[in-house]
């Protein structure tokens, strides 16, 4: 697996990533944010060995990646599908990696066939759409039949169907246990597939939690409650240690306390509860809370 430990990489006067430390789960899907120039294509490169860092260090299954003596069974990685050679074919693309790498070729047609370009694996990439070309850097990043597999934006160009393809592979290769980390600007899809997210914002490590953990902390989430008597219970909450806001009255906004332990204490007070609906923010709104104040600009451009 993956473990980066104070890890800086330095551009001549500039900081592209400082002293960050993370750790990629097995079986788990990280989503990998931040805004632009925020780090994480370097990130990337580090791992993969195409830039050292500056200081700090870097183990892929506890070694160097350099050191590994199959590094594709260790790590595989799409990091721009449109710079695959054009003039190659699908399978003469493929067949290059497996080749390369001392995998069986017969690896190249399975893999084919699994991304869903068996029909046009003998015709020119340049011809292809860059949904089609994100396919075959997904064909090639899965050659090895990795441990870790890294993506960088992978739903770029991706039309509907193939958006959901990809959210179904990546959440088979998690169950078979491997380290997903995928890096996209559409906040929505990674919403919709990632366990964990770690948030960059220029250089530094912001954030690396558990998306409920995430959602639960952040001061959009809030439980909302009506009850048979709104400051009893306002008072009670409070004294036992949640935030309340009282947006408009009869309502109660509850920060910091589950559902659960909201109805109990209510139910000691001898209050009906009419509603208990728990809000929590989308991946967007938490990013840009988390942000706020680590970028350049107000506004966040995040293409
Ligand atoms: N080879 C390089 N030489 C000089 N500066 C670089 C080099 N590579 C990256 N940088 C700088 O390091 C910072 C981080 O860049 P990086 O590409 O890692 O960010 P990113 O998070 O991937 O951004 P984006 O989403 O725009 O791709 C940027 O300020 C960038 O200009």
């Not at 193939?162 to 890096?183: E, F, M, P, T, Y």
């Amino acid at each position: 697996m993956i473990q980066l430990t104070n890890v800086t990489k330095k551009f001549a006067d500039k900081t592209a990533v400082n002293n960050i430390s993370l750790y990629l789960h097995p079986g788990v899907i990280t989503g990998f944010l931040g805004p632009n120039g925020a780090g994480k294509t370097t990130t990337m490169r580090m791992i993969l060995g195409l830039a050292a860092p500056t200081s700090g260090s870097i183990s892929v299954a506890g070694k160097l990646y350099a050191a590994l003596e199959q590094p594709l069974s260790k790590i595989g990685a799409m990091v721009d599908a449109s710079a695959i050679d054009g003039r190659l074919t699908p399978r003469q693309h493929l067949t290059i990696l497996a080749t390369a790498a001392g995998i069986n070729k017969s690896r190249v047609d399975e893999l084919l066939g699994f991304v869903g370009l068996h029909k046009v694996a003998d015709k020119k990439i340049k011809e292809f759409s860059l949904g089609m070309k994100q396919r075959i850097g997904i064909a090639g990043s899965l050659i090895g039949d990795p441990e870790t597999i890294m993506m960088d934006e992978p739903f770029n160009g991706l039309d509907v169907e193939g958006i959901h393809w990809l959210r179904n592979l990546l959440g088979d290769l998690a169950k078979q246990g491997k380290a997903v980390l995928i890096s996209s600007h559409l906040l929505s899809e990674v919403q919709e597939i990632a366990d964990r997210i770690i948030v960059l914002a220029r250089g530094e490590l912001i954030a690396d939690m558990g998306m409920d953990e995430m959602q639960n902390e952040s001061f959009s989430s809030y439980v909302q409650v009506q009850s048979s008597n709104t400051p009893l219970l306002k008072k009670a909450l409070i004294e036992h240690g949640a935030g309340v806001d009282v947006p408009e009255s009869e309502i109660l906004h509850v920060r910091k306390m589950d559902i659960r332990r909201i109805g109990d204490i209510a139910f000691a007070y001898g209050i009906h509860i009419y509603e208990l609906v728990k809000y929590q923010p989308s991946l967007e709104q938490l990013f840009s809370e988390l942000v706020d104040g680590k970028t350049d600009y107000k506004g966040i451009n995040l293409n």
